[in-house]
């Protein structure tokens, strides 16, 4: 297994311009995540999926759009990015979409800087 | 997060030391959850603590979540280079209404040999 997959590793925006950051895995896992990390603040959740067809916000959805068409791909889309959403992005995944007793898994992040 | 506060901040002990790191909530905790992250890279799942009172080790690394639920600590005995990083505590909390993890901000811990 892959386990978690991000694309690109790196990316430079200009203020403005859109981009998504694709997050894939193959160990068939029905909830996925988006964070964020920033110095200082940890990981703050972005936007979530329980199963495919179903997605939810996090803390900090503003800005960011996702879709969740297979069990497999969790896209995060930047609509117009801002130097705000310069930040290192990872995507996470876990078996269930119960009540939290399942260890979730890392892609190994995307960085995203915005001029 | 400010639900979920972890100490200290940073570290810089000598090699062979050992050292603690503290996670603490204000509500009570479904689960806690002890990660690593190496500089640069992604989140290494250390442990998972479910039960009030329960401890759990993996080589040098020992956690416990108190009887409570509501803090956790992570301790690192004869600690080496190799335990650099900053590692990270994730908790399900009660009634944030999320299917998600909240995250402390990190303990970045440097080992000087």
């Known amino acids: 297994n892959a386990g978690v997959t991000q694309t690109p590793k790196f990316q430079v925006l200009k203020t403005g311009q859109s981009m998504t950051l694709q997050c894939a895995q193959d160990?068939?896992?029905?909830?996925m995540s988006w964070y964020r990390q920033d110095p200082g603040m940890g990981l703050r959740l972005i936007h979530y999926s329980v199963g495919a067809g179903i997605t939810d916000q996090g803390e900090v959805p503003n800005g960011y759009n996702v879709s969740r068409s297979t069990t497999e791909d969790f896209p995060l889309r930047l609509l117009s990015a801002a130097p705000s959403q310069t930040s290192v992005y990872f995507c996470?995944?876990?078996?269930?979409?119960?009540?939290?007793?399942?260890?979730?898994?890392f892609g190994p992040g995307t960085r995203l800087l915005v001029l | 997060s400010q639900e979920l506060e972890q100490s200290p901040q940073s570290l810089i002990v000598q090699e062979g030391k050992n050292l603690t790191i503290n996670c603490t909530s204000s509500k009570t905790l479904y689960g806690l959850y002890w990660y690593k992250q190496k500089y640069g890279e992604g989140l290494i799942f250390l442990m998972m603590l479910q039960k009030g009172g329960e401890e759990k080790s993996h080589e040098k690394i020992t956690a416990k979540l108190d009887e409570k639920k509501q803090q956790s600590s992570l301790h690192i005995t004869a600690s080496q280079p190799s335990h650099a990083g900053i590692y990270l505590c994730?908790?399900?909390?009660?009634?944030?209404?999320?299917?998600?993890?909240?995250f402390g901000s990190g303990t970045r811990l440097q080992v000087q040999p």
């Open positions: 994730g908790a399900d909390i009660v009634d944030t209404g999320r299917r998600a993890l909240t």
């Open positions: 996470a995944s876990s078996y269930n979409s119960g009540p939290i007793q399942e260890t979730q898994y």
């Open positions: 160990m068939n896992h029905e909830y």
